[in-house]
């Protein structure tokens, strides 16, 4: 899933090291518990097969203000320099690459994943085409309806409290609100699709 964030978040803009840590935790949460111990190395492997490039390292191109002390202006000057060369391994930006677009489509077409990575897939699938996102939609709908059923057929079971019987109707709900919001998307998706249709003039008809 880190793989598929970072490509999707890079598919947007290119981005700095800590940036893109930023954006991965907004994305994915403060529990997902992403470091630069773990965003880095994922870099890493991405630029190794070509899917991540760096395209830059940031430079301070400002101009040294002007003292009228020479002393003064070389002390500023070597202060750049210092702050440059400590921070030259952190100024990388990150691009995505055209085989890195490639495989954000694949991973967002990837049929395995528990629910979280759903909801990474929905906030990258305008990198899908249509009717790419429809599937996305419907398969997922297949599986929410598929755990609603399984979990009404189990209601018999008279072995439960009152409160863990509450708690499964709060899940069952939940789903039922999954259930309706994909029928939503599929709605709106097919309804794009049919506006972006041209309209094709009626065929016989006299032109004056």
């Keep these: 899933m880190l793989e598929l964030t970072v490509l999707g978040v890079l598919a947007d803009q290119e981005l700095h090291g800590y940036e893109l840590k930023k954006r991965l935790t907004e994305l994915l ?5 992403v470091s630069f111990g773990s965003l880095y ?17 940031e430079s301070d191109t400002s101009p040294i203000p002007t003292s009228g002390s020479l002393t003064g202006e070389v002390a500023a000057y070597r202060a750049r320099r210092g702050r440059t ?6 100024k990388k930006v990150y691009s995505i690459t055209p085989s890195g677009r490639a495989r954000l489509r694949d991973l967002l077409l990837d049929h395995t994943g528990d629910d979280r990575s759903f909801s990474i897939r929905v906030a990258f699938c305008r990198h899908l085409n249509p009717q ?21 057929a189990s209601r018999s079971d008279r072995r439960i409290d009152k409160y863990l019987g509450l708690l499964r109707e709060h899940h069952d709900e939940a789903l039922e609100r999954d259930l309706a919001w994909l029928d939503r998307l599929v709605s709106e998706e ?7 249709q041209p309209e094709h003039e009626p065929s016989g008809g006299s032109r004056t």
């Excluded at 949460?29 to 518990?33: A, E, F, V």
């Excluded at 060369?85 to 952190?90: E, I």
């Design 85 to 90: 060369a400590r921070g030259r391994r952190g």
């Design 41 to 57: 190395p994922a870099l890493n492997r991405l630029e190794r097969t070509g899917q991540v490039a760096v395209v830059e390292a």
């Design 190 to 196: 097919r309804q794009t699709q049919s506006d972006a």
């Design 132 to 152: 790419d996102r429809i599937d996305l939609f419907q398969r997922r709908r297949t599986e929410v309806a598929a755990q609603l059923a399984e979990r009404s």
């Design 29 to 33: 949460g403060t529990m997902s518990s």
